[in-house]
């Protein structure tokens, strides 16, 4: 009895165009899934992100050997310890540069935003809760001064990350002088003694959070009005994850790890549509956005909460790994 592929495929064409749909559809889920997984294997740093790291650490070191030096040193010039600290491996330390490129994504998204007016902070500051006055007071303050004037670059690091930097520089200036100096030492105290992680904008913003509770879901989940930082620590609030992990995942190559993000905290279809098109329409593919709207209503949230824990633990692992 003679066999006809073309009669099997015109019986079964209704099939066979189901599962060419989901062979796509599994495809795509791989190389998003693998890209979050295996980010430095499918995305090596670009030149753009390799000179935005750069540009920020030379800004965090100039501006700390400055107040070592009492602003001792023209301004704009390269710092004269960076060299050293270059060659001796301190500038990969992972916890810095997972710290610097969650500022390079912090900036990103901060740009991706600019077309709108983030005002919640602002109308808080009326707030009838006197903590979170304080802290939208706070939040608009810091972030002014830290992140968009010259000179405090060094003031976002955690109290460790400032700690280590701080005398990695005193050690190198000995080194580059021959001598010890008195003032130096004296000034990488009081830049150490005067610092208060509760002053900075991240800190702020999980006070704001904390206090809104239930109250501001609606919006410090619409990133266009709440700002990147207020957006970033409700869900990192929610979510029980690092705020800068946060950052990183928004901005990573595929805008599947915001999806999960938005699936974990419950947000309705409509408004994740509305976050992921703030955040990433500059970036979104058309496969994304085709794969958000088929599947984004089927995302079960408990298994998106246990994906991001993964991640969590896997980022934690990655870090740990690194000091190594």
């Avoid at 939040?139 to 700690?163: I, K």
């Avoid at 002088?177 to 830049?191: K, L, Q």
């Amino acid at each position: 009895m003679g066999f006809s592929v073309d009669h099997l495929i015109g019986q079964n064409d209704d099939l066979l165009s189901v599962a060419a749909t989901h062979a796509r559809d599994v495809d795509a889920l791989c190389t998003d899934v693998a890209a979050v997984i295996f980010p430095a294997a499918l995305q090596p740093p670009t030149d753009a992100v390799i000179h935005a790291v750069t540009s920020k650490l030379l800004k965090i070191v100039g501006d700390l050997e400055k107040h070592l030096l009492d602003g001792a040193i023209e301004s704009g010039s390269h710092p004269a310890t960076w060299n050293m600290l270059a060659q001796s491996g301190f500038l990969r330390d992972a916890d810095l540069l997972d710290f610097v490129l969650a500022r390079v994504s912090e900036d990103r998204l901060d740009r991706r935003l600019s077309g709108s007016n983030p005002m919640l902070a602002a109308s808080l500051l009326d707030h009838a809760d006197a903590n979170v006055a304080d802290a939208a007071q706070l939040l608009l303050a810091t972030d002014s001064l830290h992140r968009r004037s010259r000179g405090n670059a060094f003031l976002m690091l955690s109290p460790e990350l400032l700690h280590t930097l701080c005398w990695r520089i005193v050690a190198a200036m000995e080194v580059l002088s021959g001598t010890r100096s008195r003032s130096v030492i004296e000034a990488a105290r009081r830049v150490l003694g005067g610092y208060d992680e509760a002053q900075t904008a991240a800190s702020a913003a999980r006070k704001i959070v904390h206090f809104l509770g239930e109250e501001g879901n609606d919006e410090l989940l619409r990133p266009e009005k709440s700002g990147i930082q207020l957006f970033v620590a409700k869900l990192a609030a929610a979510l029980n994850v690092e705020q800068d992990h946060v950052l990183r995942l928004i901005d990573c190559g595929s805008s599947v790890p915001l999806i999960v993000l938005l699936a974990g905290v419950g947000l309705k279809k409509r408004d994740a549509s509305a976050c992921l098109f703030s955040l990433r329409g500059e970036v979104i593919t058309p496969r994304e956005a085709a794969l958000f709207e088929a599947g984004y209503d089927s995302i079960d949230r408990s298994s998106a909460v246990d994906a991001i824990a993964a991640w969590s633990v896997s980022r934690a692992e990655f870090l740990t790994f690194g000091k190594r």
